[in-house]
């Protein structure tokens, strides 16, 4: 069974860096494309972008200029940054199984940016 | 503002059916086969319920069906059942540029 955990801090300063780990168990990351998707309070899903072990990577064209979506093998995770954060991007942050149709999802983890 | 929209509400009573629209462009949900759809309860992850615009997960009851017609997806959902009250986001394939967007979703209330 595929269980994926989102892990990182839940308070980040505006202008900072959002720093997230998703760390995958069951399966290994070098199986399947691995996206991050991302839910303001209230409202609807933001795909952020996705990545391929190797290294290969898409972006949402909105938040392409601050996002990176990277992978470690080694340890089975995958990782978000965004730089240069504002209010804009609290959400509920989720790592999914896929590409387009999201089979897994960890259970999200909320960011909220505030001084 | 989401790329694809969704009604904010829908309802029906228990046992009765209710659709659920998304409606896109020609550049997303009118010109690929790749729509899917989520159910998400509160405080939870969203749930896959259809992809390819009409196929289900194995384990997804045959009560959700989804159905496309130019621009516009839907979901019906048969037979509503209490556990079926959640919200319920659409997401399209968008082209090479911008692989995947997603509709402001839809909370459907069984009364």
């Known amino acids: 069974q595929v269980q994926l955990q989102e892990s990182g801090p839940g308070l980040v300063k505006p202008s900072e860096t959002l720093s997230l780990t998703c760390t995958v168990s069951?399966?290994?990351?070098?199986?399947?494309?691995w996206s991050w998707v991302r839910q303001p309070p209230g409202k609807g899903l933001e795909w952020i972008g996705y990545?391929?072990?190797?290294?290969?990577?898409k972006y949402n064209p909105s938040l392409k200029s601050r996002v990176t979506i990277s992978a470690d093998t080694s340890k089975n995770q995958v990782s978000l940054k965004m730089t240069s954060v504002t209010a804009a991007d609290t959400a509920v942050y989720y790592c999914?199984?896929?590409?387009?149709?999201?089979?897994?999802w960890g259970q999200g983890t909320l960011v909220t940016v505030s001084s | 503002q989401s790329a694809l929209t969704q009604p904010p509400s829908a309802s029906g009573s228990p046992g009765q059916s209710v659709t659920i629209s998304c409606t896109g462009t020609s550049n997303d949900v009118g010109a690929y086969h790749y729509v899917s759809w989520y159910q998400q309860h509160p405080g939870k992850a969203p749930k896959l319920i259809i992809y390819?615009?009409?196929k289900r997960p194995s384990g997804v009851p045959d009560r959700f069906a989804g159905s496309k017609s130019g621009n516009t997806a839907s979901l019906t959902v048969s037979g509503l059942q209490a556990e079926d009250e959640a919200d319920y986001h659409c997401?399209?394939?968008?082209?090479?540029?911008?692989?995947?967007?997603f509709g402001g979703g839809t909370k459907l209330t069984v009364l």
């Open positions: 990545i391929y072990y190797s290294g290969s990577t």
């Open positions: 997401s399209s394939y968008g082209g090479s540029n911008n692989l995947r967007v």
């Open positions: 999914a199984r896929g590409i387009g149709d999201l089979d897994d």
């Open positions: 390819e615009v009409s």
């Open positions: 069951g399966v290994s990351i070098t199986t399947y494309y």
